[in-house]
């Protein structure tokens, strides 16, 4: 069974950072991409960031650029989200995402239960 | 960047109706287009990918269609577990979703 857990969030204030994990199983991890989406409280679907399979590829939501860094380790088929320098807009629920193959055009196939970020002071 | 613009915001219906959602795209974005249901509390859900196709294990009643830069989402017979908030999703350059257009169940 696909099944992608992530872990990882908090309520932590404004500036500091924080390490997000998406542990992956039931599938070749190291075979597809994989993105973060957020979504702040009420608040629609944002997408942040993607990593390809390899691990050689890395993309930003502009909103993130600079402060967060995506980066995967496939022997551990563990994905992970580095977030830098919190701001209050970062508040959500971030989900981790395996895409349907191993190109960038494919749609968000399957998605964790996501894990809460508070940014707060 | 692409924007995407779903139609309508909220929109109430019967059980056995038949309801369409309508998302625009700033730009074409060929076939590269999907849609997602999400139910209040939990992660979205892949219903449709490259505009047309019936992710596995969807309900026959979810069809849509379309190309470039108009697309709909149609649910043909609502169901009560319909009740959700559905997200078109361009990933032809870059990844963005439309707003949103929550149905709800008269």
């Known amino acids: 069974q696909v099944q992608l857990v992530e872990s990882g969030g908090g309520v932590v204030q404004p500036g500091t950072s924080l390490r997000l994990s998406c542990a992956a199983s039931g599938f070749s991890f190291s075979d597809f991409g994989m993105h973060w989406v957020r979504q702040a409280p009420g608040k629609g679907l944002e997408w942040v960031a993607v990593?390809?399979?390899?691990?050689?590829?890395?993309y930003y939501a502009d909103s993130v650029k600079g402060r967060f860094t995506i980066f995967r380790d496939n022997a551990k088929n563990t994905m992970f989200l580095q977030m830098h320098s919190l701001r209050v807009e970062d508040t959500a629920v971030y989900y981790c995402v395996k895409d349907r193959g191993g190109g960038w055009r494919e749609a968000f196939h399957i998605w964790g239960q996501g894990t809460r970020v508070t940014v707060s002071s | 960047d692409i924007q995407m613009t779903q139609s309508p915001s909220t929109l109430s219906a019967s059980v056995g109706d038949r309801v369409t959602i309508t998302c625009r795209a700033s730009q074409s974005v060929y076939l590269w287009l999907a849609w997602y249901q999400q139910k209040p509390g939990t992660a979205p859900k892949l219903l449709i990918y490259d505009a047309s196709s019936l992710e596995s294990g969807v309900p026959s009643r979810f069809s849509a269609r379309g190309s470039g830069t108009d697309f709909t989402l149609t649910i043909d017979g609502l169901q009560p577990e319909d009740s959700a908030t559905y997200y078109c999703?361009?990933?032809?350059?870059?990844?963005?979703f439309g707003q949103g257009t929550k149905v709800e169940i008269k």
């Open positions: 990593i390809s399979d390899g691990g050689s590829d890395k």
């Open positions: 999703q361009q990933y032809d350059s870059s990844w963005t």
